[in-house]
Structures are given as C-alpha cells and as structure tokens.
C-alpha cells in the first residue's frame, strides 16, 4: 500500500478537532473519527493504514492481570473523582446511553460481556460525556482488550529536554529534542514506544531546520494519535554536531575522506542516551517498541543500526539513505543479516528520483533488494518506496514520513 505524500490533511484534522466535543447519533461525520457509520450513527474507526503490528503499547505486561474468562474491557486511566462509561454498537451497549464501568485497583475500570454473538465496536467515555479521542475499538467474543485512552488532550509536545548532553562514549555535547504524544501528560499510566531520530534540530521547528524546513514530526505524530493510523510514541531527536559526517558513517568513504564515527555514535545512543530516555520517560523498552529513523546519512546510520544493533533496534527506517557511501558498503553490511543472532522486525526504505543526484534512486533500489534477498517481504515487514519527483531534502521527508511511521509503528490497537 502506498501512502499520501501531502501532510495538509493530516494537520488540519489534529487542528480541527474539539476536546470536549462528543459523537452524535446522526450520519453527521464528527470530530473523533473523521467518518460516521450511516447504520449505526456511531463513530466509527477510520479507513486509514493497516495494523502492521497487532501488539497494543500496553505500559508493561504485569499491568493487566490474568484475564478472566469471557469477554472482556479493561480501561486503564487515572479519573480521579470522575468515572469510565462505555458505549458501543450492540449488545448491551448502544450509541446514546454509556454503561458506567466498575473501578478497580490501579486504576482500572472494567466490564464482562461474558458471550458475545457478534464482534462490536466499542468507545470509553469520561462521565458519560466525553468521547475518547481517535477512532473506535473493536472487540470480539472471548477477547480481553486493555484500552489506555485519553479524552481531553488534542495534541502532543515538544521540547529540547536535555540542551546539553555531553557524551563520553563519542566525546561530543548536543541537544536531545523530545515530543511526547497526547495520551502522556493526561494518561500517566500510559508507556509508549520509542522512536530514536537524527538531526533532531530539523524535525520539530523551522527555526532550527536546515534550509528552514522541518519534518513536521510533532504534526504527523498528532495527526496519527488522532486518526488512529499510528500508534502513539515517544520520539527522540538527537541533534547533530559540527562532526556530523564523520558521526553518522560507518566506514571511511575514499572520495570525500571522511567517516568511520558511527559505531561510536550508536554506543552513545545505547549506552547513554537510551538509559537516560527510559529512566527519566515511560517507555516500552523492547527491541520491538524501539525504532531508529533518519534520512540521508541518518538513513545510513539507521540501516546500519539495523544489522548491528538489532538487539535494541527491532524496527529501521532508512528515508534517502546514502547507499552510495564508501562503494555501496551497505549492501554488504545487509547480505550479513542471515549470519545475526537479531534481524529488525521491520526495515522501511524510500527515495524520491529527482534533483541533481536522483535521490540516489538507483542504489537505494538495490539496498531494498538486498533486503529481500535475505528475506524481508514487501508489505510485510519491508516497505519500499520511490517518491516521483522526491528530491533530496526535508521537504520531501516530510511528505513522506506519515507512510513511513504508519508502516513502522502500526496503526493504533485494539
């Protein structure tokens, strides 16, 4: 599946919504969705990018107890002298009228359907009154979900938490840019993935950007929690140095004589930065709720990522990658994945095929070949994809980073 490359949609959906406004019984389309059932007058989950990943970011498994049995909705939120009612299509819930959940320990508010006969579309709501943001869940007979909702929050935010981070590992200071999604503040009993980025000072404001474009990170990951189409994650931006050739390359490439820093460079956001981001934020800390995405050298850096360090990177992403540094080494560096004791879960590539280089189109093309010789299967767990008229900088990256995240983080679950 290929997605937009244009962000407006995405922007003026997250823009658009109201926090206290709340579904309707009528075929009016409404805030939480974007979409209304005609049948049911329902919110009803949007018709946007699949669930690459079925695993819901749960804060931890020890936080649901074993399920008993039947059916059965689990909502974890701290409401405090407020309550969790439940709506949904059928059964013993309808569209009009919430069934007020029973409070349990931790925060938890529970009901059993026991039998279901049909799969139902289901929605929390705070005191009966306001709707969970995002598109609705689904349930089935004999499940058990774990919904961890927020309400009120429409955005996430960003900030440069750490301004002066010095490393020893790669001797260097820089900036650590963090964006926390809309569920954090509100929902503290929420843990999320995490995605590592590069060149943070280009991702969240045009201030600080190269050229005075942004990626837009902080916008689509909104748009995604309000959509559904990606799961909500913390993202770390680590901002580049004056170094920054030499920090995001593998090898020493002949014909710019440079490069060789970035094992080092991947010891400081694994052996530093990582500790630091999961003691201080609640994280999900397995390789599988742990992405690295970067373009350009942080492509390269980012795919390297994935053959070396596959043990804490479980999902790459690799935008414009650099493929032609130091003669394709990379395609070298990915034939040896068969030989890993860890592979990442899933690997996104893309390019554009314009501008004075082409994007590189050609080796790139190779490096998502080389990726299906060793066994990764497009759609599944590569995505590959060419941007007609892409060019190499942020503007394009931008374009594309919805489809990217969507493919990597999976849309929303249950």
Known sequence: MRWPFVLLPFVVVACSASGTSSPTPSPTPEADSGTTNADSGAPSPDGGAPNVDASTPMPDASAADVAPAGTNVRVHYPAGTHHIALRGSGGPLNWTTGLALASGPNDTWTYSFGTLAAPLEI????????????PNFKIANGQTIDIYPHFTTLTGAYSRKWPSFTSTVLPSTRGIMVYLPPSYAENTLAKFPVVYMHDGQNLFDANTAFGGNEWKVDETMNAGAEDGTIREAIVIGVENTSDRINELTPTRDAGTAAGGKADLYLRMIVEEINPMVDMALRTLTTRDQTAIVGSSLGGLVSAYAGVQRADVFGIVGAMSPSTWWDNTMILGQVATMPMKTSRPLRVYVDSGDSGSSSDDVVNTRALAQKYRDVGYVDGQTLD???????????????????????????????
């Open 123 to 134: 929605k929390p709501l705070l005191d009966d009154a306001t709707w969970s943001r995002g």
């Open 384 to 414: 590959y994809l060419v941007q007609a008229g892409g060019q190499h900088n942020e503007i394009y990256w931008s374009q594309r980073l919805p489809g990217a995240l969507a493919f990597l983080l999976g849309a929303r679950t249950p």
